[in-house]
């Protein structure tokens, strides 16, 4: 079984940067196995896929409302992903999640999660 735990969430200003940290732990095979999403829900709205990274293979994937401004990355010896964020925008503001999937491949709709994270808190406002 794994456990993921979001964090470094926080209340940042427009333009602002925010780092977001995916720690896994509880694992019996080496986390290259994985995939691993970050998704974000605001009030109101649905879930978001925001961005994706194949550990295996080393690739990413965005949507196309974040690239060019948020980053995902991995430290595979602390079993940690990462969600560098640049440029904030309002509607940034959300509830960022991280997802964990046994697959070789990056995020393509109708993906089906084995692991999630509680989420952490992502608020951009002057």
């Known amino acids: 079984q794994v456990n993921l735990v979001e964090s470094g969430g926080g209340l940042v200003q427009p333009g602002g940067s925010l780092r977001l940290s995916c720690a896994a732990s509880?694992?019996?095979?080496?986390?290259?196995?994985?995939?691993v999403d970050w998704f974000r829900q605001a009030p109101g709205k649905e879930r978001e896929f925001v961005a994706s990274i194949s550990l295996s293979a080393d690739t990413a994937r965005y949507s196309d409302s974040v690239r060019g401004r948020f980053t995902i990355s991995a430290d595979n010896a602390k079993n940690t992903v990462y969600l560098q964020m640049n440029s904030l925008k309002f509607e940034d503001t959300a509830v960022y999640y991280c997802?964990?999937?046994?697959?070789?491949?990056?995020?393509?709709?109708?993906?089906?999660?084995?692991?999630w994270g509680q989420g952490t808190q992502v608020t951009v406002s002057s």
């Open positions: 509880g694992l019996t095979i080496s986390i290259l196995n994985y995939a």
């Open positions: 997802a964990a999937r046994r697959s070789t491949y990056t995020y393509t709709p109708g993906d089906v999660y084995a692991y």
